[in-house]
């Protein structure tokens, strides 16, 4: 496992955008896969896409797809999401999390970071 931090969220209106970013804690960790999910108040936490360590390739949820982006940086062990035209609906905390090289799961999370889109 790894110590994960999540920062960037805030306050935005609807149609903005914002990069929130993941550092991690280890720079020998062997990661395989970096993900974002979010949790909105009263629901169940939902998976928002993920980024594979090795290679890039990206995969996302439908309701964020052409609107939100991860992007890694391998020297500085970040990842970013890129969060664009905001919707209200995209309100939620929003959680990093990797999964290790060999594990059946995410194994690592971060403590979450608010996003809050409203006018």
């Known amino acids: 496992q790894e110590h994960l931090a999540e920062s960037g969220g805030g306050l935005v209106q609807p149609g903005g955008s914002l990069r929130l970013s993941c550092t991690t804690s280890?720079?020998?960790?062997?990661?395989?896969?970096m993900a974002w999910f979010r949790q909105a108040p009263g629901k169940e936490r939902e998976f928002v896409g993920h980024?594979?360590?090795?290679?890039?390739?990206?995969y996302y949820a439908d309701s964020v797809m052409g609107r939100f982006t991860i992007s890694r940086n391998i020297r500085a062990n970040i990842v970013y999401l890129q969060m664009n035209n905001l919707r209200s609906e995209d309100t939620a905390v929003y959680y990093c999390?990797?999964?290790?090289?060999?594990?059946?799961?995410?194994?690592?999370w971060g403590q979450g970071t608010q996003v809050t889109v409203s006018s």
């Open positions: 999390a990797s999964q290790g090289v060999g594990a059946s799961n995410y194994n690592s």
């Open positions: 280890d720079p020998t960790f062997s990661r395989y896969t």
């Open positions: 980024i594979r360590w090795s290679g890039g390739s990206t």
